[in-house]
């Protein structure tokens, strides 16, 4: 258990580092190096993951020094998938290993959010990264309007653990209106129950921009769901929703008898 400043009870168990779930990754958009170091110094016990997120790792400062800040707090960091496929589009593969290696890097993302990529092609690159690499692979379209059938979701993420993915993720976008969600940002609620009645909850990191998913999702598989593109602020906010120490999740823990009592 994480060494809260009080011990409450009726308070969920939290798994620790290195977790296998309750993971939580963090976009990071191209945050300064001062405020990373404020970052790791408050919510590194937090932070499973951090994805210096599409292509910001190509155009921000201090690339280098804020992955290195990032590793030494014992937080695995990956560079977005978009750039992945930008690598890919132009035929660059091969470099764009050896851009990760140079940063030195031991975490990739496999993604085809916004290219077309034969499947069994992106299971190659996952099989082929995953050799030297922990391998996240990320699942769904960037497009507004694309639907994927649930049986299609299922397919590709099994072939994808089984292709070397330590997790899947179920694509959502940053803003959290696309793929597992309906553009005003609620869940696809029945593409959610068909894919967990397949694939492991565990095997998979729910990207959750929005305070409003974040709870859908803890109410759905508890406190310990693994859960991504989370923003830098809101790493203690969803701790405390995961914890039942905030109103939207506050009775989830709580015995009937004090749900029912009058205060």
């Known amino acids: 258990m994480p060494n809260y400043n009080v011990n409450l009870p009726h308070i969920p168990e939290r798994t ?33 993951f951090v994805k210096l997120g599409f292509g910001t790792s190509v155009v921000s400062k201090n690339v280098k ?53 034969e499947h069994d092609s992106k299971c190659e690159y996952i099989s ?9 692979s990320e699942v769904g379209s ?9 049986a299609k979701w299922v397919s590709m993420m099994k072939a ?12 959502a976008r940053e803003s959290g209106t696309v793929g597992i969600f309906h553009k005003n940002g609620s869940a696809h609620s029945m593409l959610i129950t068909r ?6 909850v ?15 999702f803890i109410n759905l598989f508890g406190a310990n769901v693994n859960v991504g593109n989370i923003s830098v602020d809101d790493v203690i906010p969803l701790e405390t ?12 823990y709580l015995p009937e008898n004090v749900k029912e009592k009058t205060f």
Request: proline share 2%.
């Open 128 to 136: 082929k990264l995953a050799k030297n690499f922990t391998v996240l």
């Open 195 to 200: 894919i967990t009645n397949k694939i492991n």
């Open 16 to 48: 620790e580092r290195p977790r296998n779930s309750g993971l939580t990754m963090v976009m990071d958009k191209g945050i300064s190096l001062k405020h990373a170091e404020d970052f790791v110094e408050s919510y590194a016990d937090y932070v499973d």
């Open 160 to 171: 994808e653990l089984e292709a070397g993915s330590f997790k899947v993720i179920a694509e």
């Open 142 to 150: 960037k497009e507004e309007g694309i639907i994927i059938h649930p």
């Open 241 to 252: 929703l995961r914890l039942g120490l905030r109103g939207d999740t506050f009775f989830n």
């Open 65 to 117: 020094e804020k992955i290195k800040l990032y590793q030494k707090a014992g937080i695995k960091t990956y560079l977005g998938g978009t750039l992945f496929e930008a690598f890919v589009a132009r035929g660059k593969f091969d470099e764009y290993q050896k851009f990760i290696e140079n940063f030195g890097l031991d975490t990739a993302e496999v993604s085809d959010g916004s290219i077309t990529m």
């Open 202 to 216: 565990n095997d998979i990191i729910w990207e959750t921009p929005q305070k409003t998913q974040q709870v859908y």
